[in-house]
């Protein structure tokens, strides 16, 4: 089981910054994949960022360029740095937590933290 809470949402101009953290507890940090997704209104979720075990990124063609995404394995915490944001970009974000096992999967699921960009 990994319990993660999300922090760092707010309601920023566009081409601000926002940095969001998410901090896990309940399991081993270090051996999961952790990423990031969101969810705007009307929308389906939609993956944003992804960092696995072993450092590796990948990032929505959205993204690329603006967002960073980064873990600190001793602070059980994974980060989303946000610059250039954009009104497209407001969504609640959710943190996740994935263990492939053989064939199974397990994945865990923050509570979201909402992200405004607007004037």
């Known amino acids: 089981q990994v319990q993660l809470v999300e922090s760092g949402g707010g309601l920023v101009q566009p081409g601000g910054s926002l940095r969001l953290s998410c901090a896990a507890s309940?399991?081993?940090?270090?051996?999961?994949?952790m990423g990031w997704y969101r969810q705007a209104p009307g929308k389906q979720r939609e993956l944003v960022a992804t960092?696995?075990?072993?450092?590796?990124?990948n990032y929505a063609d959205s993204v690329k360029g603006r967002f960073t995404i980064s873990r600190d394995n001793a602070k059980n915490t994974v980060y989303l740095q946000m610059n250039s944001l954009k009104p497209e970009d407001t969504a609640v974000y959710y943190c996740?937590?994935?263990?492939?096992?053989?064939?199974?999967?397990?994945?865990?699921w923050g509570q979201g933290t909402q992200v405004t960009v607007s004037s």
């Open positions: 960092i696995t075990s072993g450092g590796s990124t």
């Open positions: 309940g399991s081993i940090f270090s051996i999961y994949a």
């Open positions: 996740n937590a994935h263990l492939p096992i053989g064939d199974l999967a397990y994945d865990y």
